[in-house]
């Protein structure tokens, strides 16, 4: 994923304590699985002591901010099975920064590997999307993924009046509905073959709570109407063209409980058919690291100066690829620089209810076994 | 692997023909082991039909110069068991370039990769060491290696007289020997406990033959040799220190064909103990593609201005790590882009009988069935 707060490493060599609030959301997200990934361990069935026990983290990006996560499961999974070899799989797109990744994990940075600690342990990688087979079928033990499935296979349509399928409605948001439908299906149906009987899935997810509340929507000022409003000034202003201002979409669904847990409780879905099944759901907010900062110093000019890197490091490819081809690259990137500057601009004049609250779904699924 | 001619993406970019000459030599010392993996793949025993069949490159630098020999190994294992899921699991150091491997293993570059015309294959990478286990017990049914092994775990010594144990002699030639006995040993015993029964390793190595060729020394001038005359000339014209020549040793030895098979073949050793069995071996030799070139186009100047660079590739990190840290860095590298001008010169104005033939052993060693 693209994310820079899931990248840790690029922000860690910096060493200056930057790191650790713009990780931090993140890491705390992740981190808060620990005790269903605990759990979900103590639920799998015994397999052969010759077998290994796979573990994989799909969406890993450098997998800094989940190493403490794994460490714990393979603590887990070593204490109930002494015998098993342990394989961890990290997982991304094929443009991800594995080297970081595989420099994290062997202890090549200042962040605290876990694979010295552990004998009979292999870390491996693979750049197969969840969209697709990552594992020979039956060979997987438990799944873990956090943030990374609210990017769609493809996007469906563009929306005329907004930047998010949060913004959408009528038949564009119907288009998002059903590709996230389709995608979600897609993502379950691949990871029910990989599964081994009684195997389980931990998978964190943004989502659209119950109270509608979603990533950066939670009672302040909604993130994405933010986006959408200075990005329509600009077009208003002529900085950019009607046709770049719709362009501007990002191929991302938010999807409700309802829409995320129907396949796993519908016993007539394809997904209920290839025998997974929900155990557990609860929906989540983890605050905003920066706001929270915010709070603490009180100064407006840095809260705005730090914000705005996390927001643009997920979005700024998708608003790049909006603009005109027949602009030449600089302009584009000019255009784009001066857009994170209005957005940070506006949260320095007026930073109060700014602000990034996460809202995740954790989920714990279960293939039924044989 | 460090060497430039075995990362075929930085030059395929290129696009102009450089790449195929750069790559010319490691790829078709790979491509010959083709026949031998496909031999192999015919030996193996039958597992059950749901278990991988489970292929390692290790040492594969960016995939590219071993695409074909992959394709084929996949193609055999798939006509033998068409049941059989396959894994690839690519290895080398952690500061491999992996992200070049997964975008040319996942065709996002000129070169045409597998992978789209293989059903139930799965690309997994590893940033593990050869000295160490890669993959859990009993999981591997065929191990490859092309042109990896060579390099040592650590430096024994420093080799007063020389910048490569082929010129070494008395008790730091013996250090060497013996740490490449060690080394060999415990490559051999990892792969001992990797392999499934019955499963079997190709490792194409370069060598000292039965007539004492080896790599840059096959009839013409010996390149290591010229190596040390000219880092010699620098410490006598005072470019460099007495310690500074001291100290470049290459931490690479090249077994004779006796330490490569003599641990596969003495009853007694840990080796033969632990099940691995020799199955055939023979030495090759591939000519030097640059000094083909040069036969063809007789163009001196052409000829020095291509082969540099190839050498430079593999050896550049240990001649900077050669100077004192008390230089600034713009100075070793300095001193270091004169030495590399200097073969160059050399060969620019004489360059009869330059060139880097490959001199390999190509082993298959089986595990012995349960």
Same mark, same amino acid.
Request: glycine share 6%; proline share 6%; aromatic share 10%.
């Given at each position: 994923?693209?994310?820079q707060s899931?990248?840790?490493?690029? $922000? ?11 990780t ?23 397999r ?12 890993c990006?450098?997998g800094g ?13 070593r204490?109930r099975?002494p015998?098993?070899?342990?394989? $961890? ?11 970081s990744?595989?420099?994290? %994990? ?32 039956a ?12 990017w ?9 009046d ?8 009528g038949a ?5 509905a ?7 299906e ?6 029910a ?9 931990v998978l964190?997810?943004? $989502? ?12 302040g000022i ?16 002529g900085v ?7 362009r ?22 394809? %997904?209920?058919?290839?025998?997974l ?7 989540r ?16 000019a840095?809260f ?12 700024e ?6 603009l ?19 957005y ?6 007026n ?6 609250d996460?809202?995740h779904?954790?989920m ?7």
């Open positions: 994923m693209a994310d899931k990248h840790a490493v690029n $922000v860690a060599m910096r060493g200056d304590g930057y790191y650790s609030t713009v931090k959301g993140a890491k705390d997200v992740i981190d808060s699985a620990i005790p269903l990934i605990i759990d979900a361990i103590s639920r799998l069935p015994d052969a002591p010759a077998l290994p026990f796979t573990f994989s983290d799909m969406g990006a450098d901010t989940s190493l403490d996560l794994v460490r714990q499961a393979i603590g887990t999974a204490a099975w015998e098993r070899p342990i394989s $961890v799989v990290y997982t991304d797109q094929p443009r991800n920064d594995f080297n990744l595989f420099r994290i %994990v062997h202890g090549l940075t200042p962040l605290p590997s876990y694979l010295d600690q552990a004998e009979d342990v292999y870390v491996l990688a693979s750049a197969t999307s969840f969209y697709r087979r990552i594992l020979p079928a060979t997987l033990d438990l799944g873990f993924s956090a943030t990374a499935m609210h769609l296979s493809r996007k469906p349509c563009d929306i005329s907004h930047i998010h399928a949060v913004g959408a409605s564009e948001l119907a288009a998002f059903e590709q996230g439908r389709r995608d979600w897609t993502i379950l149906l691949q990871r073959s990989e599964l081994a009987p009684g195997g389980r899935l964190v997810n943004f $989502v659209k709570d119950e109270a509608g509340r979603y990533l950066g929507n939670t009672g909604n993130m994405f109407d933010t986006f959408n409003e200075l990005w329509r000034r600009f077009a208003a202003e950019i063209g009607t046709e770049e201002y719709v501007m979409t990002l191929p991302q669904y938010y999807k409700t409980v309802d829409e995320f847990t129907r396949p796993l409780t519908d016993t007539g879905s394809a %997904v209920y058919r290839a025998g099944r929900l155990e557990q759901s609860e929906t907010i983890v605050p905003c690291p920066f706001a929270a900062e915010f709070r603490r110093h009180g100064d407006a840095r705005a100066r730090e914000y705005i890197p996390t927001l643009r490091s997920w979005t490819s998708t608003f790049l690829g909006a005109s081809p027949d602009r030449p690259a600089e302009e584009r990137q000019g255009i784009i620089d001066r857009y994170y500057r209005a940070e601009d506006l949260v320095r004049e930073p109060a209810n700014h602000g990034m996460c809202v779904i954790y714990t699924i279960a293939k039924a076994d044989a």
